[in-house]
T-cell receptor
C-alpha cells in the first residue's frame, strides 16, 4: 500500500537555524508529493509540491526535492523564523488513488527567538 | 489562492444533540469534497469522500449513520454529527477538489477546520 513516514517531532530550533524534516514514502506507481503546513488552530495549507522525479518544490524559503532513488522528499529551510512554528505534513497522492492524499503523521516545529 | 470555508469554526454542544458543519468552495467548483478528522497531535484521518449528487463513500470504521454527509451543490458539502457524544469531540477538516474554475484540475484545497467539543 501507500504510506508516508516522517521524522518524529517536535523539532526545536533557534531562530535562523537550518531546518530539515525528513520524509520518505512507499507507493505503487508514481506519486505527486506535497508538504502541507498547519498553524495552531487552523486547517492545512499547501506549502509546496513536486509532481515528478528530480522536481524541486519551493515556497517561502522552504524547499524539497523529489528523490525517486531514495523515495524521499525532505523539507529544508536555510534560516527558520519564529513564525515558521507549526506542524508540517508530508503527503503523496496518486492518480490511481483518485488523488486522495495519504498523509504522514506530521512533524511539529518549534522555533525559539 | 483558492478559498475553502468551514462554518462554524468552533462549536460546543451537549451530548445527544446533532451538529452540522458546512464546507464551501468559494471560488471554484468541487464535485468531490473530503472530510477528515484530526485528533490532537496526530495526522488527518480520512472519514469520507463526498460526491456531488450522489452518496458519500465512507472509509472503513466510520459510521454512516453517525456522520451524515450531504453534497447538494458544486460548492457545498455538509457533515452532520448525529447524537454527538464526548468521544466525537475533535477537529474536523474538509477539503475540496477542483472540478472547474481558475485552479488546476484535481488540485485540493483545505478548509480551516471546525473544532467540535461535546460536553
Amino acid at each position: 500500500g501507500n504510506s508516508v513516514t516522517q521524522m518524529e517531532g517536535p523539532v526545536t530550533l533557534s531562530e535562523e537555524a537550518f531546518l530539515t524534516i525528513n520524509c520518505t514514502y512507499t507507493a505503487t506507481g508514481y506519486p505527486s508529493l506535497f508538504w502541507y503546513v498547519q498553524y495552531p488552530g487552523e486547517g492545512l495549507q499547501l506549502l509546496l509540491k513536486a509532481t515528478k522525479a528530480d522536481d524541486k518544490g519551493s515556497n517561502k524559503g522552504f524547499e524539497a526535492t523529489y528523490r525517486k532513488e531514495t523515495t524521499s522528499f525532505h523539507l529544508e529551510k536555510g534560516s527558520v523564523q519564529v513564525s515558521d512554528s507549526a506542524v508540517y505534513f508530508c503527503a503523496l497522492s496518486l492518480s490511481g488513488g483518485s488523488y486522495i492524499p495519504t498523509f504522514g503523521r506530521g512533524t511539529s516545529l518549534i522555533v525559539h527567538p | 489562492g483558492a478559498v475553502v470555508s468551514q462554518h462554524p469554526s468552533r462549536v460546543i454542544c451537549k451530548s445527544g444533540t446533532s451538529v452540522k458543519i458546512e464546507c464551501r468552495s468559494l471560488d471554484f467548483q468541487a464535485t468531490t469534497m473530503f472530510w477528515y478528522r484530526q485528533f490532537p497531535k496526530q495526522s488527518l484521518m480520512l472519514m469520507a469522500t463526498s460526491n456531488e449528487g450522489s452518496k458519500a463513500t465512507y472509509e472503513q470504521g466510520v459510521e454512516k449513520d453517525k456522520f451524515l454527509i450531504n453534497h447538494a451543490s458544486l460548492t457545498l458539502s455538509t457533515l452532520t454529527v448525529t447524537s454527538a457524544h464526548p468521544e466525537d469531540s475533535s477537529f474536523y477538516i474538509c477539503s475540496a477538489r477542483v472540478a472547474g474554475g481558475p485552479y488546476p484540475y484535481n488540485e485540493q484545497f483545505f478548509g480551516p477546520g471546525t473544532r467540535l467539543t461535546v460536553l
